[in-house]
C-alpha cells in the first residue's frame, strides 16, 4: 500500500485521535492550544495531498483484485460474491476532496476563532468539534452503509455536545428535544438500513447498486420501498430539512456562533452524503426525485418565510440556511448530472457563506450579548469592517454576482429549465429576492437604525482573527463565483458517476 | 380602513387569542405581510407543477386552493403559532411526517 | 418453543413498565424486557450479541435510569 | 407452531417499536420518554438480529473439527450481528446523555414533566 492511498483514512483517524487526547488535558491550556492548532491546520491540508483512491479497511480488497483469486473455483468466481466488497470501504474522489476541504476551512476557522476569543479555550469544546468534523468526512469518504449510520449517530451525539458547552439560555432543553426526536429518527433510519440489508444482503453501497441494477434482486419489491422511505425519513432528521427545521434552527441559535457555522456545515454536508446514496440506490424510483423535489420546496418556503417574522437574529440565519438547504435538495431531486452538480455546488457555496454569516453576526454577541434585534442597533460605528463583511456575505447569499452562490442558483435555475420545471426556477428566484429583502431588514434594524439608549456595547476589541477568518470566507466567495469552473469540474465526477 | 389595517388588526385579534402581549411593531406587521405573500405565491406557483400529471386537476386544484387561502387569510400567524419550539408539536408533526412518507412511498409506487 | 415466551415476555414487560407510577419501579422493571431480547438472541442464533444485550440491557440501562430517578424525583406528578 | 421464529420475532420488533413510539408521543415524564425511545432502539436493533437468523441453522461460529460444507451451508448470516453491537453501544451511550441532561434540567425546574420542561 502506498504513503497516498493511507492518507484517506487519516482524515478520520487524525481529527479522532487528537479529539480523544485533548478531551484527557484538562488544566493545560498551552498544550491543548498547540494541539488544537496543529490538527486544525492538518484537516484542510490533508485532503490536498492524498491521491484519489478506493481504501478497503483491513486490506481485504474484492476478490477480483486479489492475486489468491486465481485458484479460486468457479463457484465463487461465476458469481457476484467475486466482486462484492468484503470490508468497509472508504472512496476518495474529487468531489470528496473539494468538500473535505471546504469543511476543513470552516473547521479550521471555528477551532481558531474559539481559540482565540475565550480567555480560557476548554478541551471539551475542541474534542466535540473535531469529532464532528471527523465523522461528517468519514460519512463524506465511507461506502459501507452502515458505517454511514454509526458516524451519523456520532455526528448527532458532537452536535448535542457543542450546543451543551455553549452555555447560552435554554441549550439543555433545545438539546434535549434534539436528541429525544433523534431517539425516534435514528432507530427508523437503521430500520431502513436492516431492510436494505435484508433484501440484498449488502451493506456496501456500491454492491446494493449493482444488485439492484442487474436484476439480483427484485427492484419494484415493496420491502426496498419501505427502506427507501424510512431511510429518507432518517436523511429529513439529519439534514433539518422539514418537518425537523425548527428543531435544527433552535440548535444552530442556542450553539455559539463557531459551533453554529460548524453545525450548519455538518447539516449540509450530511445532506450531501446521504443524498448522494439516496439517488445512487432509489433513483430507479421515480417518486424519489418527486418527493425530493417536493421537499425541497416546502424546506424553502417554510424556512425563509419562518426567517421573515423571527425577532432573533441567530434564529433568522438559522432559518435562512435551513431555507437554503432547500435549493441544494432541489439540485439532487431533478435528478440530472447538471442539476446534482449544481446542487453539490450550493452545498459547498452555503456551507461557506452561512458560516461567514453566524461567525459575522457573531460579533455582535461578542460586543453586546445581546441577540434580539428589537434591543439592538446602531452597530456599524461600533464594528464597521465586520458589518462590511456581513453586508457582503448577506448579498452573496442572496445569490448577487459575482459571488458563488450566484453561479450556483443561475446553475440550479438552468438545471430546473432544462428539465422542464419552470415553476421551481420560478419559486428559487423569488426565494433569493426574499432571503435578500430578510437579509437586509435584519441588517438594517441591527446596523443602520440609531443605536437605543439603554444598549451597552463593550469596549473590547474584535479578535483579529475573526476578521481575518470572515476575509477568507469571503476571499473563497469571490473565487468560486469568478471562476465556478474550479468548484465543478470537481463535482462533476460525482454527479455523473451517481446518475 | 385600507387593507394594511385590516391585516394589523387581523394580526393583533390573532396575537390575543395566543395571549402574547408584545406591541406590533410597523417591522413585526410588514415582515408578516411578505412572508404572507411569499407563502400565498409559492404555493399557488407550485400547484402549477401538476399540469404534468393532469391539466384539469390543476386548474380545478388551484382553484380551490386559491379560494381556501383567500377564505382561511392570515395564514402566517396561525402557521407560525404552529411551528413552535414545544416537544409536543414536533413529536406530533414527526410522526405525522413519518406516516405520509411511508404511505406515499409504499401506496404511491405500488399503484402508479 | 421456550423463545415465543420470551417474545410475550418482552412485549409485556415494555407495557408493564411504562405503566407504572412509581419511576424506580419502571428503571428496574427496564431489565425485564432487556434480558428477554437478550434470551430471545441466544435462541436466534446470536450469542455474542445475546452475551452484549444482558449486559447493557439487562444491567447497565436500568442501572442508568435508577440512577437517574434517585437523582431526580420518584414518584410521577 | 403456526408462525415461525423469524416471522415472530419480527413482529416482535415491531411491537417494540410501535409501543416505543407510542411512549414517546404520550408519556410526560421525561425518565419514562427515555426509555420509551430505548425501546424503539431495542424494537430496531432485534429487527436486525431476526434477519440474520436461519430456521434449522447453527451458530456461525467455526469450531474446530466442523466440516466446512456444514457449516458454510448451515450457518446463520452473521453481518447483521456484528452490525446489533455497534448499535446497542451507540442506544446506551445516547441514552446515558439524555438522562445527564435529564438530571440537569430537574435542578433548574425541580420537575421532570415534559410539558412544563419542553414546552414553548
Same mark, same amino acid.
Given at each position: 500500500?502506498?504513503?497516498?492511498?493511507?492518507?484517506?483514512?487519516?482524515?478520520?483517524?487524525?481529527?479522532?485521535? !487528537?479529539?480523544?487526547?485533548?478531551?484527557?488535558?484538562?488544566?493545560?491550556?498551552?498544550?491543548?492550544?498547540?494541539?488544537?492548532?496543529?490538527? /486544525?491546520?492538518?484537516?484542510?491540508?490533508?485532503?490536498?495531498?492524498?491521491?484519489?483512491?478506493?481504501?478497503?479497511?483491513?486490506?481485504?480488497?474484492?476478490?477480483?483484485?486479489?492475486?489468491?483469486?486465481?485458484?479460486?473455483?468457479?463457484?465463487?468466481?461465476?458469481?457476484?460474491?467475486?466482486?462484492?466488497?468484503?470490508?468497509?470501504?472508504?472512496?476518495?474522489?474529487?468531489?470528496?476532496?473539494?468538500?473535505?476541504?471546504?469543511?476543513?476551512?470552516?473547521?479550521?476557522?471555528?477551532?481558531?476563532?474559539?481559540?482565540?476569543?475565550?480567555?480560557?479555550?476548554?478541551?471539551?469544546?475542541?474534542?466535540?468539534?473535531?469529532?464532528?468534523?471527523?465523522?461528517?468526512? /468519514?460519512?463524506?469518504?465511507?461506502?459501507?452503509?452502515?458505517?454511514?449510520?454509526?458516524?451519523?449517530?456520532?455526528?448527532?451525539?458532537?452536535?448535542?455536545?457543542?450546543?451543551?458547552?455553549?452555555?447560552?439560555?435554554?441549550?439543555?432543553?433545545?438539546?434535549?428535544?434534539?436528541?429525544?426526536?433523534?431517539?425516534?429518527? #435514528?432507530?427508523?433510519?437503521?430500520?431502513?438500513?436492516?431492510?436494505?440489508?435484508?433484501?440484498?444482503?449488502?451493506?456496501?453501497?456500491?454492491?446494493?447498486?449493482?444488485?439492484?441494477?442487474?436484476?439480483?434482486?427484485?427492484?419494484?419489491?415493496?420491502?426496498?420501498?419501505?427502506? !427507501?422511505?424510512?431511510?429518507?425519513?432518517?436523511?429529513?432528521?439529519?439534514?433539518?430539512?422539514?418537518?425537523?427545521?425548527?428543531?435544527?434552527?433552535?440548535?444552530?441559535?442556542?450553539?455559539?456562533?463557531?459551533?453554529?457555522?460548524?453545525?450548519?456545515?455538518?447539516?449540509?454536508?450530511?445532506?450531501?452524503?446521504?443524498?448522494?446514496?439516496?439517488? $445512487?440506490?432509489?433513483?430507479?424510483?421515480?417518486?424519489?426525485?418527486?418527493?425530493?423535489?417536493?421537499? #425541497?420546496?416546502?424546506?424553502?418556503?417554510?424556512?425563509?418565510?419562518?426567517?421573515?417574522?423571527?425577532?432573533?437574529?441567530? $434564529?433568522?440565519?438559522?432559518?435562512?440556511?435551513?431555507?437554503?438547504?432547500?435549493?441544494?435538495?432541489?439540485?439532487?431531486?431533478?435528478?440530472?448530472?447538471?442539476?446534482?452538480?449544481?446542487?453539490?455546488?450550493?452545498?459547498?457555496?452555503? #456551507?461557506?457563506?452561512?458560516?461567514?454569516?453566524?461567525?459575522?453576526?457573531?460579533?455582535?454577541?461578542?460586543?453586546?450579548?445581546?441577540?434580539?434585534?428589537?434591543?439592538?442597533?446602531?452597530?456599524?460605528?461600533?464594528?464597521?469592517?465586520?458589518?462590511?463583511?456581513?453586508?457582503?456575505?448577506?448579498?452573496?447569499?442572496?445569490?448577487?454576482?459575482?459571488?458563488?452562490?450566484?453561479?450556483?442558483?443561475?446553475?440550479?435555475?438552468?438545471?430546473?429549465?432544462?428539465?422542464?420545471?419552470?415553476?421551481?426556477?420560478?419559486?428559487?428566484?423569488?426565494?433569493?429576492?426574499?432571503?435578500?429583502?430578510?437579509?437586509?431588514?435584519?441588517?438594517?434594524?441591527?446596523?443602520? $437604525?440609531?443605536?437605543?439608549?439603554?444598549?451597552?456595547?463593550?469596549?473590547?476589541?474584535?479578535?483579529?482573527?475573526?476578521?481575518?477568518?470572515?476575509?477568507?470566507?469571503?476571499?473563497? !466567495?469571490?473565487?468560486?463565483?469568478?471562476?465556478?469552473?474550479?468548484?465543478?469540474?470537481?463535482?462533476?465526477?460525482?454527479?455523473?458517476?451517481?446518475? | 380602513?385600507?387593507?394594511?389595517?385590516?391585516?394589523?388588526?387581523?394580526?393583533?385579534?390573532?396575537?390575543?387569542?395566543?395571549?402574547?402581549?408584545?406591541?406590533?411593531?410597523?417591522?413585526?406587521?410588514?415582515?408578516?405581510?411578505?412572508?404572507?405573500?411569499?407563502?400565498?405565491?409559492?404555493?399557488?406557483?407550485?400547484?402549477?407543477?401538476?399540469?404534468?400529471?393532469?391539466?384539469?386537476?390543476?386548474?380545478?386544484?388551484?382553484?380551490?386552493?386559491?379560494?381556501?387561502?383567500?377564505?382561511?387569510?392570515?395564514?402566517?400567524?396561525?402557521?407560525?403559532?404552529?411551528?413552535?419550539?414545544?416537544?409536543?408539536?414536533?413529536?406530533?408533526?414527526?410522526?405525522?411526517?413519518?406516516?405520509?412518507?411511508?404511505?406515499?412511498?409504499?401506496?404511491?409506487?405500488?399503484?402508479? | 418453543?421456550?423463545?415465543?415466551?420470551?417474545?410475550?415476555?418482552?412485549?409485556?414487560?415494555?407495557?408493564?413498565?411504562?405503566?407504572?407510577?412509581?419511576?424506580?419501579?419502571?428503571?428496574?422493571?427496564? &431489565?425485564?424486557?432487556?434480558?428477554?431480547?437478550?434470551?430471545?438472541?441466544?435462541?436466534?442464533?446470536?450469542?455474542?450479541?445475546?452475551?452484549?444485550?444482558?449486559?447493557? &440491557?439487562?444491567?447497565?440501562?436500568?442501572?442508568?435510569?435508577?440512577?437517574?430517578?434517585?437523582?431526580?424525583?420518584?414518584?410521577?406528578? | 407452531?403456526?408462525?415461525?421464529?423469524?416471522?415472530?420475532?419480527?413482529?416482535?420488533?415491531?411491537?417494540?417499536?410501535?409501543?416505543?413510539?407510542?411512549?414517546?408521543?404520550?408519556?410526560?415524564?421525561?425518565?419514562?420518554?427515555?426509555?420509551?425511545?430505548?425501546?424503539?432502539?431495542?424494537?430496531?436493533?432485534?429487527?436486525?438480529?431476526?434477519?440474520?437468523?436461519?430456521?434449522? =441453522?447453527?451458530?456461525?461460529?467455526?469450531?474446530? =473439527?466442523?466440516?466446512?460444507?456444514?457449516?458454510?451451508?448451515?450457518?446463520?448470516?452473521?453481518?447483521?450481528?456484528?452490525?446489533?453491537?455497534?448499535?446497542?453501544?451507540?442506544?446506551?451511550?445516547?441514552?446515558?446523555?439524555?438522562?445527564?441532561?435529564?438530571?440537569?434540567?430537574?435542578?433548574?425546574?425541580?420537575?421532570?414533566?415534559?410539558?412544563?420542561?419542553? =414546552?414553548?
Amino acid at each position: 500500500m502506498s504513503l497516498p492511498n493511507l492518507l484517506i483514512p487519516l482524515m478520520v483517524i487524525i481529527p479522532i485521535t !487528537c479529539a480523544l487526547f485533548l478531551n484527557l488535558l484538562h488544566e493545560r491550556i498551552r498544550t491543548v492550544k498547540v494541539i488544537s492548532i496543529v490538527v /486544525a491546520f492538518a484537516l484542510p491540508i490533508i485532503p490536498l495531498f492524498a491521491n484519489y483512491g478506493t481504501h478497503y479497511f483491513g486490506g481485504y480488497a474484492p476478490l477480483i483484485q486479489n492475486p489468491i483469486s486465481a485458484d479460486l473455483p468457479t463457484l465463487i468466481t461465476g458469481t457476484a460474491l467475486y466482486i462484492f466488497h468484503p470490508a468497509i470501504t472508504y472512496v476518495y474522489g474529487s468531489a470528496q476532496k473539494l468538500m473535505i476541504f471546504i469543511l476543513g476551512i470552516v473547521g479550521l476557522f471555528a477551532i481558531f476563532i474559539s481559540l482565540y476569543e475565550v480567555k480560557k479555550p476548554s478541551g471539551v469544546y475542541i474534542y466535540l468539534m473535531l469529532m464532528g468534523i471527523a465523522s461528517i468526512t /468519514a460519512m463524506l469518504l465511507s461506502d459501507d452503509i452502515f458505517n454511514l449510520y454509526v458516524f451519523f449517530e456520532i455526528a448527532a451525539l458532537a452536535q448535542v455536545g457543542i450546543v451543551l458547552v455553549s452555555k447560552i439560555k435554554n441549550n439543555y432543553e433545545t438539546a434535549l428535544k434534539y436528541m429525544i426526536l433523534g431517539g425516534i429518527a #435514528s432507530p427508523i433510519l437503521l430500520l431502513g438500513i436492516a431492510l436494505l440489508l435484508g433484501v440484498t444482503g449488502n451493506v456496501n453501497i456500491t454492491d446494493i447498486v449493482y444488485s439492484i441494477r442487474n436484476g439480483l434482486i427484485n427492484p419494484q419489491s415493496p420491502v426496498l420501498l419501505m427502506a !427507501c422511505s424510512l431511510i429518507i425519513f432518517g436523511w429529513l432528521y439529519g439534514t433539518g430539512l422539514p418537518p425537523f427545521h425548527v428543531i435544527k434552527s433552535a440548535m444552530y441559535s442556542k450553539a455559539l456562533p463557531t459551533g453554529a457555522a460548524l453545525l450548519q456545515a455538518f447539516s449540509v454536508f450530511s445532506l450531501v452524503a446521504f443524498g448522494v446514496i439516496i439517488i $445512487r440506490i432509489f433513483s430507479y424510483i421515480p417518486f424519489t426525485h418527486v418527493f425530493l423535489l417536493a421537499i #425541497s420546496l416546502i424546506a424553502m418556503v417554510l424556512g425563509i418565510t419562518m426567517a421573515i417574522t423571527q425577532t432573533d437574529f441567530k $434564529r433568522l440565519i438559522a432559518f435562512l440556511a435551513v431555507g437554503e438547504l432547500g435549493y441544494i435538495g432541489a439540485g439532487f431531486g431533478l435528478g440530472t448530472v447538471f442539476g446534482i452538480t449544481a446542487g453539490l455546488f450550493q452545498a459547498v457555496n452555503e #456551507s461557506i457563506i452561512t458560516a461567514l454569516l453566524f461567525i459575522g453576526f457573531g460579533t455582535i454577541m461578542y460586543k453586546t450579548k445581546e441577540t434580539d434585534m428589537q434591543k439592538l442597533g446602531g452597530m456599524l460605528v461600533a464594528t464597521p469592517k465586520s458589518a462590511l463583511f456581513v453586508l457582503l456575505a448577506g448579498i452573496a447569499l442572496a445569490g448577487v454576482p459575482p459571488f458563488n452562490a450566484f453561479q450556483s442558483k443561475l446553475m440550479l435555475v438552468q438545471a430546473s429549465l432544462n428539465s422542464g420545471l419552470p415553476e421551481i426556477a420560478i419559486i428559487m428566484v423569488l426565494m433569493s429576492i426574499v432571503t435578500f429583502m430578510t437579509f437586509m431588514r435584519a441588517f438594517h434594524t441591527i446596523y443602520l $437604525r440609531p443605536k437605543p439608549v439603554d444598549l451597552e456595547i463593550k469596549n473590547e476589541k474584535i479578535p483579529k482573527i475573526t476578521l481575518v477568518a470572515m476575509v477568507i470566507f469571503l476571499a473563497i !466567495c469571490l473565487l468560486l463565483g469568478l471562476y465556478p469552473h474550479l468548484a465543478t469540474n470537481f463535482l462533476q465526477g460525482l454527479a455523473m458517476s451517481i446518475t | 380602513m385600507n387593507i394594511y389595517d385590516i391585516i394589523l388588526k387581523k394580526i393583533k385579534d390573532i396575537r390575543m387569542e395566543t395571549g402574547d402581549n408584545k406591541p406590533v411593531t410597523n417591522i413585526a406587521a410588514s415582515s408578516m405581510l411578505t412572508a404572507e405573500i411569499t407563502l400565498i405565491s409559492s404555493i399557488l406557483i407550485a400547484i402549477v407543477i401538476l399540469r404534468l400529471l393532469n391539466k384539469n386537476l390543476m386548474i380545478v386544484l388551484a382553484v380551490l386552493v386559491f379560494v381556501l387561502i383567500f377564505m382561511a387569510m392570515p395564514i402566517m400567524p396561525k402557521l407560525k403559532r404552529e411551528q413552535n419550539d414545544s416537544l409536543t408539536s414536533m413529536n406530533f408533526y414527526v410522526i405525522i411526517a413519518l406516516g405520509i412518507i411511508v404511505t406515499l412511498f409504499y401506496w404511491g409506487n405500488l399503484n402508479v | 418453543m421456550i423463545e415465543y415466551i420470551f417474545m410475550i415476555t418482552a412485549i409485556l414487560g415494555a407495557i408493564i413498565s411504562l405503566m407504572q407510577r412509581d419511576l424506580l419501579k419502571v428503571a428496574i422493571l427496564t &431489565g425485564i424486557p432487556g434480558a428477554s431480547i437478550a434470551f430471545l438472541y441466544q435462541y436466534l442464533q446470536a450469542p455474542d450479541v445475546a452475551l452484549t444485550q444482558a449486559i447493557v &440491557g439487562s444491567a447497565i440501562v436500568p442501572v442508568f435510569f435508577a440512577l437517574a430517578v434517585l437523582r431526580t424525583r420518584r414518584v410521577e406528578e | 407452531m403456526i408462525i415461525d421464529t423469524q416471522l415472530a420475532a419480527l413482529f416482535t420488533a415491531g411491537a417494540l417499536i410501535v409501543i416505543g413510539i407510542f411512549g414517546a408521543l404520550f408519556l410526560d415524564n421525561l425518565i419514562k420518554k427515555v426509555i420509551a425511545l430505548a425501546f424503539i432502539g431495542d424494537g430496531a436493533n432485534l429487527f436486525l438480529v431476526s434477519l440474520g437468523y436461519k430456521a434449522g =441453522g447453527i451458530v456461525y461460529i467455526f469450531l474446530p =473439527g466442523m466440516a466446512m460444507s456444514n457449516f458454510s451451508q448451515n450457518a446463520s448470516y452473521p453481518l447483521p450481528y456484528a452490525l446489533v453491537l455497534t448499535s446497542i453501544v451507540i442506544g446506551a451511550s445516547t441514552m446515558a446523555v439524555m438522562l445527564g441532561i435529564i438530571i440537569i434540567l430537574n435542578k433548574k425546574y425541580g420537575s421532570i414533566s415534559a410539558s412544563k420542561i419542553l =414546552g414553548e
